[in-house]
């Protein structure tokens, strides 16, 4: 079992900047990547950013890359995405996923954006950015 716990989301201005943190707990922290997806009201949940487990390779969305940045702290069993310039299509609930496979990078590099291969969620953190 592994608990996630999101926190960071809010209200912000369009242009502003949000951290959002995923803290852990119960797993091996540091063998599983970690992704975040957002779904907004009336669509689909889509990827957003994922991280390998050592923190060396970070893969995003098309629609958040140069804007949005992924670490982690496996120190802390700790996630943390920056996100600069948002914009109000940025509005979302935002989960955050442990993908269901240790220490699996290859299968990760492969399937990386398919939120059915993540296994445990958070319970989301809404981010709502207004114009």
């Known amino acids: 079992q592994v608990q996630l716990i999101e926190s960071g989301g809010g209200l912000v201005q369009a242009g502003g900047s949000l951290r959002l943190s995923c803290a852990a707990s119960?797993?091996?922290?540091?063998?599983?990547?970690v992704a975040w997806f957002r779904q907004a009201p009336g669509k689909e949940r889509e990827f957003v950013a994922a991280?390998?487990?050592?923190?060396?390779?970070?893969f995003y969305a098309d629609s958040v890359k140069g804007r949005f940045t992924l670490s982690r702290d496996n120190g802390k069993s700790t996630v943390y995405l920056q996100m600069n310039s948002l914009k109000p299509e940025d509005t979302a609930v935002y989960y955050c996923?442990?993908?269901?496979?240790?220490?699996?990078?290859?299968?990760?590099?492969?399937?990386?954006?398919?939120?059915?291969?993540?296994?445990?969620w958070g319970q989301g953190t809404q981010v709502t950015v207004s114009s």
């Open positions: 119960g797993r091996t922290f540091s063998s599983y990547a």
């Open positions: 991280i390998s487990s050592t923190g060396r390779t970070t």
């Open positions: 996923a442990v993908y269901g496979v240790q220490n699996g990078m290859v299968l990760w590099v492969h399937s990386y954006s398919d939120y059915d291969r993540y296994d445990y």
